[in-house]
């Protein structure tokens, strides 16, 4: 692990300072491993209308050239999908093959038309606040995972590896969160140079300060993570192996994935993961860029998701990104910031092979302000389900202040919990 790396493992109890401590993680009653949350975060506000389209729509044809648009023939004929809305022929992307593939074996939902419902166009204010949990206040001082976190049992001695961020940025979904790992890659999470310094950092750290937490925490983890790793007679760890000839694309989003594909086979006690995927921010040529993105995002998931067979009951993992993109095509052949986008949920438990929630409409009169899809499921709805039948954690009141009428869509298997609306863990 690089120095870097080690402060920003710590830099969660900076930012902590200010809140309060992680009190707990969430396992099963029996200390055997729990479920799984994995949060991918598109940034750049994907263009839902290009990835998951209504393409016998009116409206949709009339307000898109086809370089924006998904068709029902042709170069940019769709993949078609079966239970979709409102008697609409709604296709993925046409690079979508790997997510076409999941959501006919039912592994994969679609909800549609969701969003956050407080109507900003500005990247900074939306992902701001969806990662807050929340849909005003942006002085909160802690994450919704963090959150969630908090709220939840006491992990078992040995279970040390709860949360993680992919990568080397935190997100604000685990602000104020002095548990949570940022790890790029396994094979480099370890402290370089003299093996001494390992006690060093220990006798430096020994307080019960929430910075002392955290590095307690890195050091323990990297321990593990080191103890864990195969390794040959040089003690050099060999390379990941996935199950299933699985064969991950060259991409960040791919080796994230992987990434945790192995963190959770080691069984680290792994219940709550970020990853983000950038790049959607598409105001200009859409259509090549989109294309690749699409791609990348389709094959990541779907050697991921091979890649974890025997674990697939375990895991729910949330496609989202922070807003939509307007309706209509621009000058520049992309489009601008809209409002209601698509989400997508993948998991052994999912109801999947069928889309999810109400379809608005694309008439102008139906249109958020007459010029985006109009967001008919508060994103948190789907966060809600999610928390209630997979994460065994009904405290939405706590989770996302200010939250008080939640309404099950039931794209998941399990029973939901009484909902506790209180503000409090």
Not at 80 to 108: I, M, P, Q
Not at 155 to 182: D, H, K, R, Y
Not at 368 to 382: C, E, I, K, M
Request: with cysteine; hydrophobic share 35%; glycine share 10%.
């Amino acid at each position: 692990m690089k120095r870097r790396e080690f402060i920003i493992g710590c830099s969660a109890a900076i930012a902590a300072m200010a809140g309060s401590r992680i009190t707990g993680y969430s396992f099963a009653p029996d200390g055997s491993p729990g479920n799984i949350l994995i949060y991918v975060f598109l940034r750049g506000g994907c263009d839902g209308l290009n990835l998951v389209a209504p393409v016998n729509d009116p409206n949709y044809i009339a307000n898109r050239t086809a370089d924006v648009r998904v068709t029902d023939s042709g170069d940019t004929e769709g993949l078609s999908l079966g239970n979709g809305l409102a008697g609409l022929d709604f296709r993925l992307h046409k690079k979508t093959s790997a997510l076409k593939e999941l959501y006919d074996s039912n592994a994969l939902a679609i909800i549609h038309a969701a969003g956050l419902t407080n109507g900003t166009r500005s990247h900074f204010d939306a992902m701001d606040l969806i990662e807050r949990g929340s849909l005003q206040n942006k002085t909160l001082n802690e994450g919704w995972l963090t959150r969630f976190l908090k709220s939840v049992p006491a992990a078992p001695e040995g279970n040390n590896i709860a949360s993680v961020a992919i990568g080397t940025v935190m997100p604000t979904s685990f602000l104020g969160s002095n548990g949570t790992l940022a790890i790029s890659n396994l094979n480099d999470y370890k402290l370089r140079g003299d093996k001494r310094y390992a006690s060093i950092l220990q006798s430096l750290y020994t307080g019960n300060s929430l910075l002392d937490e955290a590095a307690q925490n890195a050091l323990t983890s990297v321990a593990e993570i080191n103890n864990q790793l195969p390794k040959d007679v040089t003690n050099t760890p060999m390379p990941y192996v996935p199950e299933n000839n699985v064969k991950y694309p060259e991409s960040p989003l791919a080796k994230s994935l992987q990434t945790l594909a192995q963190l959770i086979k080691m069984e680290t006690g792994l219940r709550v993961a970020s990853v983000d995927y950038g790049g959607w921010d598409t105001h200009e040529h859409q259509q090549g860029a989109f294309a690749n993105l699409a791609d990348g995002l389709s094959t990541a998931l779907g050697a991921f998701y091979n890649d974890i067979s025997h674990h697939q009951k375990r895991v729910t993992l949330l496609v989202m990104s922070e807003f939509g993109r307007r309706l209509k095509s621009n000058k520049s052949n992309g489009t601008d910031h809209g409002h209601g986008n698509v989400m997508l949920v993948l998991g052994g438990e999912v109801k999947g092979g069928k889309m999810y929630g109400t379809w608005p409409g694309l008439e102008n009169e139906q249109l958020d302000n007459h010029v985006d899809l109009a967001v008919t499921t508060d994103y948190r709805h789907v966060l809600s389900e999610i928390l209630l039948k997979r994460m065994a954690n009904p405290k939405l009141g706590y989770i996302f202040p200010g939250y008080k009428d939640y309404k099950p869509l039931n794209f998941l298997n399990g029973n939901a919990l009484q909902i506790d609306y209180n503000n409090a863990k």
